[in-house]
């Protein structure tokens, strides 16, 4: 076995089973591993790399930024702090945001600001502040947030959990109504299940989510960690139903594929319940990471990543589409978003995604069930083509699971 996969395994933690692949290399949407092999990435890191491996313009802003100044933590301003909350807070509507490093940092960030802005705010009793929150969710890996998991491995083994959450069925706007009551602080929903298989609630779902929640003084917080800054084929997947949400989560593109960036942004009346010492983060901010993801927006914009998303997820999904395969259960998605959902009975996303690799695409199973199409929003038609192609071959080439009967 390769020497690299044996000495991981030797010394790191088992927390993950990745494909028996070393990657050395990335550029834009190819990557290489140890063997000189070329791949086509399919999975963006969970959508990190949404501007293709080492973008010149964001590798060019790391380094100049790297070479004058990286941390000094928020005990000091800097000249880049600033610069990234005034135009994220444009690009996105809100009033002000909150910089944090991680996806699951910015959640808890969100979920602190929902339960104090109930209190200090709506007048929720002491204690008594609700979040609901929806079954098949994925928001990170903290202790809080693996508590309202409806994952059972992503629970076992790591409660007791904080009280204080309850979760409804996703995409049903009357268990969210039913669910609220007067010491509901917010509502915390994914506008596309990411993790839980590319989920696309029914149209309309966030619009009415908006209505029920603002009827009722409810916040409607949106993690856009994995679904935000043009992987559906808007700047925001709210931006597909209209909706502005009291608070918006980003992270992972975020940090242009280089560095962990994320944000909580929200409206004034929300954000100002934080005051000095309330929270905070070392890493958080600092002109670094400010300066990377300053480029990074400023690629998105120029170089029109969403509605490139949105071309070209509509052409590769009608293009999936077209696909008769016995393997094949569902395929649906947003953007270049798309999960391909394969039958269970017939073949393992596992073993779709280890003959995808073979044949030089990188992807990666959700749920045992459904292989993921995500590439970098920076892909072209051409390499479209090329995959479709060759998840074509792939399937027709695969046989069938012979059950045990
Ligand atoms: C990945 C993800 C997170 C967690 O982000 P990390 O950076 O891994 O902590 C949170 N929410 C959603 C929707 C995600 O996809």
């Known amino acids: 076995m390769n020497s690299m996969i044996v000495l991981e395994e030797m010394h790191g933690a088992r927390n993950y089973h990745p494909l028996p692949i070393v990657l050395v290399r990335g550029e834009g949407v190819y990557l290489w591993d140890d063997e000189g092999k070329n791949y086509l990435d399919m999975m963006s890191a969970y959508s ?33 702090l600033p610069l990234f909350l005034e135009k994220i807070c444009r690009l996105t509507g809100q009033d002000r945001a909150l910089p944090m490093n991680t996806g699951a940092e910015a959640v808890e960030t969100a979920l ?56 409804i069925p996703y995409g049903d706007v009357a268990a969210l109504e039913a669910a609220i009551t007067p010491s509901t602080a917010a509502f915390l929903v994914e506008p596309i299940q990411g993790e839980a298989g590319i989920i696309v609630p029914p149209k309309g779902y966030l619009a009415e989510c908006a209505r029920i929640c603002q009827q009722h003084n409810v916040l409607l917080i949106c993690d856009e960690v994995q679904t935000g800054l043009g992987r559906t084929g808007k700047l925001l997947a709210c931006e597909h139903d209209g909706v502005k949400p009291d608070g918006l989560i980003l992270g992972k593109a975020l940090g242009g594929g280089l560095l962990p960036v994320s944000l909580f942004l929200a409206r004034n009346e929300v954000m100002r319940v934080f005051t000095p010492g309330d929270h905070g983060s070392t890493f958080g901010g600092n002109p670094l990471a400010a300066a990377v993801a300053i480029e990074a927006i400023n690629v998105l914009v120029e170089e029109k990543l969403a509605s490139r998303s949105a071309v070209l997820g509509e052409y590769f999904l009608r293009k999936l589409k077209t696909l008769s395969s016995p393997f094949i259960r569902d395929i649906r998605g947003q953007g270049l978003f798309i999960g391909m959902e394969i039958d269970p009975a017939k073949a393992s996303a596992r073993t779709v995604c280890e003959q995808l690799a073979r044949h030089g695409i990188l992807s990666k199973e959700t749920h045992e069930t459904v292989v993921r199409f995500a590439p970098p929003l920076v892909i072209e038609r051409e390499d479209l083509d090329w995959a479709f192609t060759t998840i074509k071959e792939v399937l027709a080439k695969m046989k069938p699971l012979v059950s045990a009967a």
Do not use: M
Request: charged share 20%; aromatic share 12%; glycine share 8%.
């Open 112 to 167: 602190k600001a929902a339960r104090k802005w109930a209190y200090k705010t709506k007048g929720v009793p002491r204690d008594r502040a609700e979040i609901i929150t929806c079954q098949g969710n994925f928001h990170g890996r903290t202790i809080a947030i693996v508590g309202f998991s409806s994952e059972k491995q992503y629970r076992d083994g790591f409660g007791p959990f904080p009280a204080g959450f309850n979760s």
């Open 48 to 80: 990190a790399v949404s501007f293709g491996h080492a973008h010149p313009r964001l590798v060019k802003a790391l380094t100049e930024q790297a070479q004058r100044l990286a941390v000094v933590s928020r005990a000091y301003h800097t000249d880049q």
